[in-house]
């Protein structure tokens, strides 16, 4: 396999990843604040801190948000950034889904078709080689 194909195929699967993970993370966190009342007065706000700190779902939220950063980071030791950042914009693709199977939400008309326009544009780059810059 060439080294240029080695370096897509390796990309993509990063990018995957990383996509899930976020996502995945996002839909936790949302769940653990639906369950947790916040309003903006300084009692409230201690009440709702410490809530959140006991929270599991929040928890797993933010480990599959740190996966996510790791493979993040990692992805852009090798990758254009001008390249990561336009094709882990996918994610929100993934997120509007993930509303609507997992927390039951209403994805509008015009919410699709933003995702669809945004899926178009991760397509575009997505077609594009993911390095190309020599190693710094």
């Known amino acids: 396999m060439s080294s240029i194909r080695q370096l897509r195929t390796k990309t993509l699967v990063l990018v995957v990843l990383m996509v899930a ?39 797993l939220g933010i480990a599959c948000l740190l996966v996510s950063f790791v493979l993040y980071l990692m992805l852009l030791s090798w990758a254009d950034y001008s390249y990561v950042m336009p094709v882990s914009s996918f994610g929100y693709a993934v997120v ?22 945004i899926c178009v544009g991760v397509g575009l780059v997505g077609r594009t080689e993911p390095r190309t810059t020599g190693a710094s």
């Open 96 to 117: 509007a889904l993930l509303a609507v199977l997992v927390l039951g939400e209403s994805v509008t008309l015009g919410r699709w078709a933003g995702v669809g326009l």
């Open 21 to 59: 993970a976020s996502s995945v993370g996002d839909i936790f966190l949302k769940q653990g604040m639906d369950r947790i009342p916040v309003h903006l007065d300084m009692a409230s706000l201690g009440f709702a801190f410490a809530q959140t700190v006991a929270s599991g779902p929040i928890w």
